[in-house]
């Protein structure tokens, strides 16, 4: 498998350019060459999404066109009344930046979705939305929807944007089956089956956000854990324990991680929290910006009878973890 990976947030080569309809700003968004355009909200930058994502970088070079990928904020199902399961995501919009920029995208933009460019028809947003923004090659998956109540599809896009914008639909990728989504990505985390995960994403699934204080039980039990406040409304995996890469300041360190509600501890319901314990590592980084990475499964979220069982539990998750950190 060939993972895509990325390297802490910074200053991207990918141009992200902000976008609403209708265009105000047309003469700032016009590019020196034309654009060849990969569209989709593409949350997960899954192995599918990667398809069609290189197919427009493919005729981009090709045609000595710049390339480019059209994503939405926020998720069109969200705005659309399709339930709260879309307010989560596989990654938040500066992910994306970084996934495209290891694609060689150009530039991303983020088309604001309302329910003003919900009900632009199909042929509106191909002559007031592509066709201004020099759009000269299009890429789609094969079930590709757009316009006012999904009207159009890929077949309509085909013929809309004749005959000066050329149009490719990408087949979908299947795995054992199974077409890879991004709602069948959302299933597998939330089941626990992170290998399968990962192997749709092409990469570890990772979380980002700051590290803050926790209740301090960590180290009195001698595994200190880094407490989790996520920047982002991310799809959260099963509760459980999982071996991880996390970054701090542009360094990798292997650990383990629990994402629970600490049962052994809180007897009342309370919100799951991440915490991770670091390998070989003591330093106070309250205030740090962390990036985690989910590696392996290694068992669901459990409550202890004592102490000591809790303690014997972690020391054997934690020397799983390593063992899966070194064989990776």
Known sequence: MNYLFYGNAGVFAVKMISISYPFTNLAELVQEKAVSIAIGHFDGVHRGHQNVIRQAVDVARKEGMLSAVMTFSPHPKEVLGHGEHYYSCLTPLHKKQALFEELGVDIMYVMRFDLSFAAVSPSEFVSGVLRPLGVGHAVVGFDFTFG?????????????????????IVEPLYDNGVKVSSTYTRDLLEQGNLDKANSLLGRPYEVSGTVVHGDGRGRTIGFPTANLELHDPYVAPKLGVYAITAWLDGVAYNGVLNHGMKPTFNKSEIKPVMEANLFDFDR??????????????????QKFGSIDQLISQIAADAAQARAINQSL
Do not use: H, M, W
């Open 148 to 168: 006012s109540k999904g009207a159009g599809n890929a077949s309509t896009l085909l013929e809309l944007c004749k005959p000066d914008i050329g149009v490719s």
């Open 284 to 301: 106070d980084i309250y205030g740090k910006e962390i990036r985690v990475q989910f590696k392996a499964f290694i068992r669901s979220e």
